[in-house]
């Protein structure tokens, strides 16, 4: 439900690798998390065509930001 609510134009999501199939209307960025005691991948997911909006654009840098971040903490 919430990857159909993004594929329409509601916003963006964080969503875990079980849930990121395929969709041509999707852009899918992961994120990899690696602490000391976790590895996780999410994924940031956003209508392909609402990608360079700037509010998308920047939740995307700041994600991938605090992704890098938590990965060199160890």
Do not use: N, W
Request: charged share 30%.
């Amino acid at each position: 439900a919430i990857r159909e609510a993004i594929a329409r134009g509601i916003g963006v999501t964080l969503m875990v690798s079980s849930d990121c199939v395929p969709d041509p209307r999707l852009a899918v960025v992961p994120l990899d998390i690696d602490d000391s005691t976790t590895h996780l991948t999410e994924y940031v997911v956003t209508r392909q065509d609402r990608r360079r909006a700037s509010v998308i654009r920047e939740f995307l840098e700041i994600a991938l930001i605090y992704a890098g971040e938590l990965s060199t903490r160890k």
